[in-house]
């Protein structure tokens, strides 16, 4: 007969399953379990209350916490990430937290890395430089982040989850570090942040898309930036460029003419090159954060259309959004094929 241990390690189970399974009387299996102490986390299925076993994962340990932060800069809590032995992960939720982190069945089961984590990957131009750098390193990332797996994502994560996209903080080593100053940049100071960046600099905390850019904090506006910048010169590549950014901000201007929100931007020529300063919306004052989880993300884990944004948004709001959240749609360009920003707001 298998041991309670050897069991859980298959999978959850209820205390019937166990015993039958152990041939154990349900004193001896509860008393085992007991035992186990936090290893064995308890959650309700169809009905029926079941155990599983959990695991350490990402060079960390067994229950991997999960905090936000507000408007104002202060971090709160939120859950624990408990990886299970069985596979897949439990999100352990502290009190105020948010049901949609509990997935599209409720329960806060995932079978892989949960969706609003793995969403916080490194992407676009800035995402392969950091890919670059740590396979560089020979610590086994693949140079590619697209070519990443959750254990890739989360080692990742638990060493740099203190200035995230969005209001995560994920691991310990990001709750417990001290809170620096910031870093303020003018815009005099772009072109050299520019030639830093094309010579393999990582210029600030990941942002998607591909286009050349850095993030930085702005002094004169008082705000987060991300700054897309042109090649210098003059050739044919710089000027399409240059169109392609002058197109972006005029787009933005468009928005806001019809009254939709839209990131606030700013085009500064420098240094023979074209600069677009947009103040990132998941960012506020010198500290705050705004939660921000892609559309890509939140349809593939509630919809699963993944075809264009307008039918993710009705499957949205029919669905477990309307009941549990109000939605507020934040863009930046570019608008087509690329979904926008969905901003929860509880």
Known sequence: ALTVREYLERGAATSREIQAATSLGQTAVSRQIRGMGGSVIRFRRDGALRYALTRTAFGGDDKLPLATVDAHGNTVLTAFVRPLAHGGFYIEPEPGMTRLL????????????????????????????????????????????????????????ISNGEDLPGNFKFGQQALSRVRRPLVTNEAANYPALADNVMKGDIAGSSAGGEHPKFTAYCGKRSSHVIVKFSPKGDDATARRWRDVLLTEFHATEALHAEGFPATEAKVIELDDRIFLESQRFDRSNEYGRISMVSLLSIDAEFVANQTNWLPSMHGLLSGVFQESCRLKLKIMPPFFPQPPVLVFLD
């Open 102 to 157: 509990l997935g599209v069945d409720g329960t806060g089961l995932y079978d892989d890395l949960p969706y609003f984590l793995e969403d916080l990957r490194p992407q676009g131009f800035i995402g392969r430089q950091i890919a670059s750098d740590l396979s560089s390193q020979g610590g086994g990332f693949p140079d590619d982040p697209r070519r990443w797996s959750s254990e890739h994502i989360g080692r990742y994560l």
